[in-house]
């Protein structure tokens, strides 16, 4: 991406882990084997980090396959080599798990991993594994890995399920490619690498100019004027670029060009924030504010947990809830998630109606935030 300028070289990045290498499928496991066994049967092959195991049929006889998901690529070759070994009394079959993970998007929003499943489930198609995102720094993905057991299981999957409509929305599911997986488009952002200038006239708005002012700082990934603002900037308007660096530390440096003064212009020079960077900011001033009567906060939640799955969770508790909820927020950090009401009274209503339900499988608490930072606290000491 660009051309690298400076003399700072930027730091070496350990390869990132492919799920798919490091996993592999074994077929005919004894049904007495359980998962904690069935992870004893590999721990000298590596360190394992997930079993999944589903009933399934071979001659007549009801067995297992389970899915084994090691830490490294080396623990997943290793286990290959107890292919047609036994297994109790069963001789099994040990694969790679390779070209048989399915990329999903667009299903409802309220969805969680078992309605994915479900959906698999209902066209006869075993789930072995289903990994939804993160939503810590971006709460508005919406897609899932979904783990098959061979080819012919990912390319029914696809005839049958791309392009359905479930609720109004269209699935999309492909073929998922590790190797061609892009590098999330805001890492510079997350990684405060990048920074953005504004107050810039549009005679300062080229990038040798400012590769010439910023490249001091350090190695500069890229440069980014956007386009749409070249067209519509007259000669009285000023415009903004971003600058993305190697090294966090360099973006850091290059923000004491904060309020220079450039050909009588004070620019303004700042790290660039994303969203979800900017709702974190919000969640903290919420922690230390005083006045925190209109909100509500319940835990434990998952971090792959969507507004639109609590949202919806609240209605089915109380449909008045919902009308007088004007945010919510996720605080993965806790563990929990932040509900702001239109009054403190409702505030008060959520918390004896929603304390001690049920959510994913799970009993949640729901209580006061200055309790939950309490809790927080006497828990992490």
Not at 56 to 74: I, K, L, P, T, Y
């Amino acid at each position: 991406m660009g051309t690298q300028h400076g003399n700072h070289s930027g730091p070496k990045r350990s390869p990132k882990r492919i799920r798919e290498r490091c996993t592999v499928l074994v077929e005919n496991v004894p049904k007495s084997y359980n998962q904690g066994k069935i992870k004893k049967f590999f721990k000298d092959c590596g360190d394992v980090l997930q079993v999944n195991s589903y009933e399934s049929w071979r001659e007549g006889n009801r067995c297992q396959m389970a899915r084994v998901e090691f830490a490294d690529e080396d623990g997943a070759r290793s286990a290959l080599t107890r292919t047609l070994r036994n297994m109790g009394s069963n001789t099994i079959e040990v694969n790679e798990l390779k070209d048989s993970t399915v990329w999903m998007t667009n299903y409802p929003p309220t969805f969680q991993q078992r309605d994915i499943r479900n959906i698999f489930k209902d066209h006869k198609i075993v789930a072995l594994n289903v990994r939804l995102p993160s939503l810590r720094f971006n709460s508005n993905r919406r897609f899932a890995y979904v783990d098959l057991p061979n080819m012919e299981s990912l390319d029914k999957a696809i005839q049958l399920l791309n392009g359905k409509d479930i609720n109004g929305y269209k699935l999309v599911v492909k073929k998922s490619n590790p190797e061609n997986r892009d590098k999330r488009s805001d890492a510079p952002v997350l990684e405060r690498r990048e920074i953005i200038i504004r107050n810039l006239p549009k005679t300062m708005l080229v990038k040798d100019t400012l590769l010439d002012i910023f490249k001091k700082y350090g190695a500069i990934d890229d440069l980014r004027i956007p386009k749409k603002q070249l067209e519509m900037l007259s000669d009285l308007n000023h415009g903004c670029a971003f600058v993305v660096y190697t090294n966090p530390e360099d973006a850091k440096s290059a923000l004491e060009m904060n309020n220079h003064v450039i050909d009588d212009i004070k620019i303004s020079v700042n790290l660039s924030d994303s969203h979800a960077y900017l709702e974190r900011k919000e969640v903290n001033r919420i922690i230390n504010s005083k006045h925190t009567e209109k909100y509500a906060a319940i835990y434990p939640i998952s971090d792959k947990t969507s507004k639109e799955q609590i949202r919806n969770f609240i209605n089915d508790k109380n449909a008045v809830l919902v009308e007088e909820l004007k945010n919510i927020y996720l605080v993965t950090d806790y563990k929990a998630v932040f509900l702001k009401f239109e009054r403190e009274s409702t505030a008060a209503k959520a918390m004896l109606q929603l304390n001690n339900s049920t959510f994913d499988r799970k009993t949640i608490k729901c209580t006061t935030i200055r309790e939950l930072m309490n809790f927080s606290s006497v828990n992490t000491n």
